[in-house]
């Protein structure tokens, strides 16, 4: 028999078993997570007809006479280069970018997977679709901690789990105080009248802010007479109480009459007087205080309020007040700044009350963060208290961690995803589902956090597809089409060939 018709028999044979992994591949075309499959060719074992021969002294070497006979599969290959991926917006659909693979658990063997197509079962553990397998990862513990050299679990989400309230305990006030806010001052009337029985002068008081809290310049100019002894301008304050101090008497020739006498007392009720008959009123408005209210919580959750207010008693100088909201004042102090409007010194606190059937709040303000510009007032006032909450939902991060989102706004870590990363990854074995599992030259598993050891990022709400390449796949199925085609014509030449030799018996 000819060794042709071997040959070729081998080469249909074989671009069959290519044509089986094509076929496979575009099965495949959008199975998520599916990783796909290359087919190598090798020439098998040839026949030495003659041997090589090496130079003699008089005659060259030749080379040895051989006849292929054949040839068989190389390799089934799996290409493990990355799919594209596909946004799903679903929580539980996980996606690596990058090496790694998703462990998968529940029994005595694990199985590993790109195809992160993750649901949510009744107990909360997060389970593969088609066999309920667990998606496997690190637990955190009651406070959130995540520690990764612990053993493997099945990542179980806890359904219904709380929160429990937490007191205040530091407020954080982060402000500007608005350092030109000042009062405001007029007399009424103004200009006023002094007559001294037969003739009259209009006296007009004008009033300049010198920049100084409280504080005004005034000028006193007189029509239809003259002052003829005091001060015609000073300087006038006022304390935090609202008492008017610094203003001098003087004395009105008036034109065409005699003298009047004007008297400036001092006092909480300013007003210029002849003959201690009040001829102009001071109306003094005190400068605005800046107010903010906050919401705090006891040892039980319950919510209160508490309103702080910032009033200005100088230069650089505020104080604070803190008050329920019942209107008990449970905390008060002072603020001074520098010339720059930079805080120098704080004084007062904590603020201290007792709710009605909670424990004792003892809060401690920080005031590190007020600043004292023109411009106007702003205060923000943070605060470290939580009411109780439930467990509300869940996100997942680049690096896998499972983290819980609260009713009360709160969030937590649950767990962590953990990732596989091998030696050698086409070594890996298919058990189908599209797992792989652990095979003798796959090396064993090296399991880490996502980003972490080589391991690739995590893309939630994404799924890995297919890497099959169809454009390939159809190139390469025209190629094997025609290598089996050509194949198979040498089997019928080499039978024409015996068919000849044959019809010489004839």
Same mark, same amino acid.
């Given at each position: 028999?000819?060794?042709?018709?071997?040959?070729?028999?081998?080469?249909?044979?074989?671009?069959?078993?290519?044509? !089986?992994?094509?076929?496979?591949?575009?099965?495949?075309?959008?199975?998520?997570?599916?990783?796909?499959?290359?087919?190598?060719?090798?020439?098998?074992?040839?026949?030495?007809?003659?041997?090589?021969?090496?130079? &003699?002294?008089?005659?060259?070497?030749?080379?040895?006479?051989? #006849?292929?006979?054949?040839?068989?599969?190389?390799?089934?290959?799996?290409?493990?280069?990355?799919?594209?991926? &596909?946004?799903?917006?679903?929580?539980? !659909?996980?996606?690596?970018?990058?090496?790694?693979?998703?462990?998968?658990?529940?029994?005595?063997?694990?199985?590993?997977?790109?195809?992160?197509?993750?649901?949510?079962?009744?107990?909360?553990?997060?389970? %593969?679709?088609?066999?309920?397998?667990?998606?496997?990862?690190?637990?955190?513990? !009651?406070?959130?901690?995540?520690?990764?050299?612990?053993?493997?679990?099945?990542?179980?989400?806890? #359904?219904?789990?709380?929160?429990?309230?937490?007191?205040?305990?530091?407020?954080?006030?982060?402000?500007?105080?608005?350092?030109?806010?000042?009062?405001?001052?007029?007399?009424?009337?103004?200009?006023?009248?002094?007559?001294?029985?037969?003739?009259?002068? &209009?006296?007009?008081?004008?009033?300049?802010?010198?920049?100084?809290?409280?504080?005004?310049? %005034?000028?006193?100019?007189?029509?239809?007479?003259?002052?003829?002894?005091?001060?015609?301008?000073?300087?006038?304050?006022?304390?935090?109480?609202?008492?008017?101090?610094?203003?001098?008497?003087?004395?009105?020739?008036? !034109?065409?009459?005699?003298?009047?006498?004007?008297?400036?007392?001092?006092?909480?009720?300013?007003?210029?007087?002849?003959?201690?008959?009040?001829?102009?009123?001071?109306?003094?408005?005190?400068?605005?205080?800046?107010?903010?209210?906050?919401?705090?919580?006891?040892?039980?959750?319950?919510?209160?309020?508490?309103?702080?207010?910032?009033?200005?008693?100088?230069?650089?100088?505020?104080?604070?007040?803190?008050?329920?909201?019942?209107?008990?004042?449970?905390?008060?102090?002072?603020?001074?700044?520098?010339?720059?409007?930079?805080?120098?010194?704080?004084?007062?606190?904590?603020?201290?009350?007792?709710?009605?059937?909670?424990?004792?709040?003892? #809060?401690?303000?920080?005031?590190?963060?007020?600043?004292? %510009?023109?411009?106007?007032?702003?205060?923000?006032?943070?605060?470290?208290?939580?009411?109780?909450?439930?467990?509300?939902?869940?996100?997942?991060?680049?690096?896998?961690?499972?983290?819980?989102?609260?009713?009360?706004?709160?969030?937590?870590?649950?767990?962590?995803?953990?990732?596989?990363?091998?030696?050698?990854?086409?070594?890996?074995?298919?058990?189908?589902?599209?797992?792989?599992? #652990?095979?003798?030259?796959?090396?064993?598993?090296?399991?880490?956090?996502?980003?972490?050891?080589?391991?690739?990022?995590?893309?939630?709400?994404?799924?890995?597809?297919?890497?099959?390449?169809?454009?390939?796949?159809?190139?390469?199925?025209?190629?094997?089409?025609?290598?089996?085609?050509?194949?198979?014509?040498?089997?019928?030449?080499?039978?024409?060939?015996?068919?000849?030799?044959?019809?010489?018996?004839?």
């Amino acid at each position: 028999m000819l060794r042709s018709m071997f040959a070729g028999v081998s080469g249909m044979r074989n671009h069959q078993i290519r044509l !089986d992994a094509i076929g496979n591949n575009i099965a495949n075309v959008n199975t998520v997570g599916y990783k796909c499959s290359r087919v190598t060719f090798q020439d098998t074992l040839s026949q030495t007809i003659r041997a090589a021969t090496a130079p &003699q002294r008089e005659r060259g070497g030749m080379n040895a006479f051989q #006849i292929g006979l054949g040839m068989s599969v190389a390799s089934v290959d799996v290409l493990h280069t990355q799919g594209n991926l &596909q946004m799903t917006g679903k929580t539980t !659909d996980l996606a690596i970018e990058g090496d790694g693979y998703f462990i998968l658990g529940g029994g005595t063997e694990r199985f590993y997977t790109r195809a992160g197509m993750f649901t949510l079962e009744r107990d909360g553990r997060l389970v %593969y679709p088609s066999n309920g397998l667990l998606l496997m990862g690190w637990m955190a513990d !009651d406070e959130g901690r995540i520690d990764t050299n612990q053993p493997l679990a099945g990542i179980t989400l806890p #359904i219904g789990a709380t929160i429990a309230p937490s007191a205040t305990r530091n407020l954080t006030v982060t402000a500007n105080l608005d350092a030109a806010i000042n009062g405001s001052l007029t007399y009424e009337p103004s200009p006023f009248t002094v007559t001294d029985g037969t003739a009259e002068a &209009q006296v007009t008081v004008t009033l300049i802010p010198t920049g100084r809290f409280n504080e005004w310049q %005034y000028t006193l100019s007189v029509t239809g007479g003259t002052i003829v002894t005091g001060p015609t301008s000073g300087t006038i304050t006022i304390d935090e109480n609202g008492i008017i101090s610094g203003g001098s008497d003087f004395q009105v020739a008036i !034109d065409g009459g005699g003298t009047v006498d004007v008297t400036f007392p001092a006092g909480a009720n300013n007003a210029f007087s002849v003959g201690g008959t009040a001829v102009s009123t001071g109306n003094f408005t005190p400068a605005s205080a800046v107010t903010s209210t906050v919401e705090i919580y006891d040892s039980q959750g319950n919510v209160h309020l508490l309103t702080t207010i910032f009033r200005k008693t100088g230069d650089n100088e505020w104080v604070w007040e803190t008050y329920t909201g019942g209107g008990a004042m449970v905390g008060d102090g002072t603020l001074r700044f520098n010339t720059h409007g930079q805080l120098i010194a704080a004084t007062g606190g904590p603020i201290d009350f007792t709710p009605p059937g909670a424990a004792q709040i003892t #809060i401690q303000p920080d005031f590190s963060k007020i600043t004292q %510009y023109v411009g106007e007032s702003s205060i923000d006032i943070d605060q470290d208290g939580y009411p109780m909450g439930y467990l509300d939902g869940f996100t997942i991060d680049k690096n896998g961690r499972v983290v819980g989102v609260f009713s009360n706004g709160l969030t937590k870590n649950l767990a962590q995803v953990a990732v596989a990363t091998f030696n050698n990854p086409s070594g890996l074995e298919r058990v189908g589902e599209t797992m792989f599992r #652990i095979s003798s030259n796959s090396g064993p598993e090296r399991v880490n956090p996502a980003g972490v050891g080589g391991s690739g990022s995590i893309t939630p709400g994404a799924l890995e597809m297919s890497n099959v390449d169809l454009s390939q796949e159809f190139t390469d199925m025209i190629v094997t089409q025609r290598g089996f085609q050509a194949n198979s014509r040498i089997i019928t030449t080499s039978d024409e060939m015996l068919q000849e030799l044959v019809m010489l018996k004839r």
